[in-house]
């Protein structure tokens, strides 16, 4: 599994997602092509500004399978890392999306700037709930939250960040997973 950066060019890949009926299901129906190039547009430009925003390769070279991405986001008033996830209708079922947040966690927490992480998939989104707790998510609880202006009944799951336990001589870490690099 391969994650690249999103770019201009890859117009056609969030094109073809989030018009898609099949792929759009949970998240309240296809958008118009206008709506999936806008979402493009933001998503290609909030890489500048520190978001994450890759297309899945399932392996190096070749074809984009679908799109991941981490992100600041707002949620009940306060600053949250949101993380989100698509696939083409026709790799659906094949383990992208799970090897894709499985890499995408390991660059976070190397990274070590996310903190928590939370994700939002619709109560009735069989797969993606059962990725979210395949990969260590707690479940939090269901709300409403909004899409592209759609409110959407869904279960709020977190990744906490790991957090160094005390040692009996402080605080500080106790195993080599929670040793991270500086900020």
């Known amino acids: 599994m391969q994650l690249e950066p ?21 998240l309240g129906g296809p958008h118009t092509i206008e709506l999936a190039r806008a979402a493009h547009r933001r998503r290609v430009a909030g890489i500048e500004a520190g978001n994450w925003w890759f297309k899945i390769l399932p392996e190096p070279g070749a074809p984009p399978v679908g799109t991941i991405g981490i992100w600041r986001a707002e949620w009940a008033g306060e600053a949250i890392s949101e993380t989100g996830w698509m696939v083409l209708h026709q790799h659906q079922g094949r383990g992208h999306a799970s090897a894709a947040l499985a890499v995408l966690l390991d660059l976070a927490r190397k990274d070590g700037r996310w903190g928590d992480i939370h994700a939002f998939p619709g109560v009735t989104n069989t797969a993606s709930n059962s990725l979210c707790r395949k990969l260590g998510f707690e479940l939090i609880e269901t709300v409403e939250a909004d899409y592209a202006d759609r409110i959407l009944h869904c279960n709020h799951w977190v990744l906490r960040a790991r957090r160094p336990r005390r040692t009996r001589r402080g605080v500080g870490p106790t195993t080599q997973d929670e040793i991270r690099p500086p900020r």
């Open 6 to 26: 999103a770019t201009d060019a890859d117009i056609w890949l969030t094109e073809a997602l989030e018009t898609d009926p099949r792929v759009m299901v949970e």
